[in-house]
């Protein structure tokens, strides 16, 4: 897995007066940018992610956001779990009727014996950059897990910006390691 230590540890020394307001914001736009061309999911995610903070407060945003996003716009599995990796990059590519050629057949055992998560994250990487697309890692709340976005790829820097506003280490999939 990769270190994700030396990212965006960065004190701006700006302070809004309604943090609640600009950390809102931020979900927002990372939302829209997860749900690419989808306001509608987006804004259910929203309204998902705004619920909870109420219930708990929001002491962790992203944790909250990869809560209400989990296997619709972003995903979070075991490092170990090769084959729900793959069904989740699946899943999320499903949304704009991409298929991933994983350069073997992902039902088969011997696959998943051949490859592992860092081969899984740019395998898909590739592809999905050919149609436009850009996936994700970012670093989750345990150490032996792997959670991921896609976002269209003119999005890359709106991206890297709400991600380090929220304090998201955050990877390009081809760079997983």
């Known amino acids: 897995m990769a270190s994700y230590d030396d990212d965006f540890d960065q004190d701006d020394g700006y302070e809004d007066e ?15 940018l997860i749900n690419p061309g989808d306001e509608d999911s987006a804004m259910q995610q929203f309204s998902a992610y705004r619920d909870t903070v109420e219930e708990e407060g929001d002491d962790d945003p992203v944790r909250i956001v990869a809560q209400v996003t989990d296997w619709r716009s972003g995903f979070e ?10 069904e989740a990059i699946n899943e999320l590519a499903s949304r704009w009727n991409l ?20 081969e899984i994250f740019s395998r898909a ?19 032996d897990v792997y959670a991921g976005w896609i976002t269209q790829s003119r999005d890359d820097e709106a991206m890297r910006v709400v991600a380090t506003e929220l304090g998201i280490n955050l990877r390009l999939g081809s760079q997983v390691s």
């Open 77 to 86: 599995v075991d490092a170990d779990d090769t084959r729900t990796l793959v």
């Open 18 to 32: 309604d943090d609640n307001e600009s950390t809102e914001s931020q979900v927002w736009r990372l939302l829209m």
């Open 99 to 118: 298929s991933i050629d994983w350069d073997g057949d992902p039902d088969d055992d011997e696959f998943h014996e051949e490859v592992d998560g860092p």
């Open 125 to 143: 990487f590739d592809q999905l950059n050919q149609h436009g697309y850009t996936l994700w890692a970012r670093e989750a709340d345990e150490d």
